[in-house]
């Protein structure tokens, strides 16, 4: 598999703001990057792919100027959730596909904006 | 693009008693399978999965057998005991390194004493 790190684990912010989430590959380097988002009692739902060194991939629906992806090297990718609003209050979670065929996910991120 | 269904949504079995998850898939050329166990505020973890050229695969008390021409595939798991009380979640992918994975709705088990 691979070791994933994903930063913050938890954090707390104010409406109108802006906030970094960083998921990092330890171990291997990746050049695809998954970003999921799950709301209480809800499944994981895909955001976006994110891929090195060019633009990222969104799902329908999801504001790509909202969230902004960026993806600069093989071991990085950035979420920024920008303009933070309490319907944004989610469980961030980023996914590598590993070197053996799965997939290995970050801790996630419990963003609470208020 | 890839739609998983997954059923039940929740489910409660006595300790010892066997649980199983249904889930079904609509793309054809998904070929890897997962199944995910998730505590709350937690990362999904892995428990077991199967590829698009195995029909079944058993981990102790874990088994999941895959249909490919009904396209559905299911969880078995024999003996629960109250630490299974958890979310699960299957999953399907085609292409598995640039595709990511689509996720059934979860199943809520609980399994009790």
């Known amino acids: 598999g691979a070791v994933v790190s994903q930063h913050p684990s938890r954090v707390i912010c104010k409406s109108g703001t802006s906030v970094k989430i960083e998921c990092r590959s330890l171990d291997f380097q990746a050049t695809t990057m998954f970003w999921y988002r799950q709301f209480p009692k809800q499944s994981l739902m895909l955001m976006a792919t994110s891929n090195e060194g060019s633009k990222a991939t969104y799902e329908q629906g999801v504001e790509k100027d909202k969230f902004l992806i960026n993806h600069a090297s093989l071991t990085l990718s950035t979420l920024t959730v920008t303009s933070a609003h309490p319907e944004d209050s989610s469980f961030y979670i980023c996914?590598?596909?590993?070197?053996?065929?799965?997939?290995?996910f970050g801790s996630g991120t419990r963003l609470t904006v208020v | 693009g890839e739609n998983v269904e997954q059923h039940p949504s929740t489910l409660s079995v006595q300790e010892g008693d066997s649980a199983v998850i249904k889930c079904t898939y609509s793309d054809s050329a998904s070929n890897y399978f997962p199944w995910y166990k998730q505590e709350l505020g937690k990362r999904p973890q892995l428990i077991i999965d199967?590829?698009?050229?195995?029909g079944e695969k058993k981990d102790q008390r874990i088994a999941v057998t895959l249909n490919k021409t009904a396209k559905h595939f299911s969880l078995h798991i024999t003996e629960t005991q109250p630490e299974d009380s958890a979310v699960y979640f299957c999953?399907?992918?085609?292409?598995?390194?640039?595709?990511?994975?689509?996720f059934g709705s979860g199943t809520r088990l609980q399994v009790q004493p």
């Open positions: 199967i590829r698009s050229n195995v």
């Open positions: 996914s590598v596909a590993d070197r053996v065929g799965g997939y290995t």
């Open positions: 999953a399907a992918s085609k292409d598995t390194g640039r595709r990511a994975l689509t």
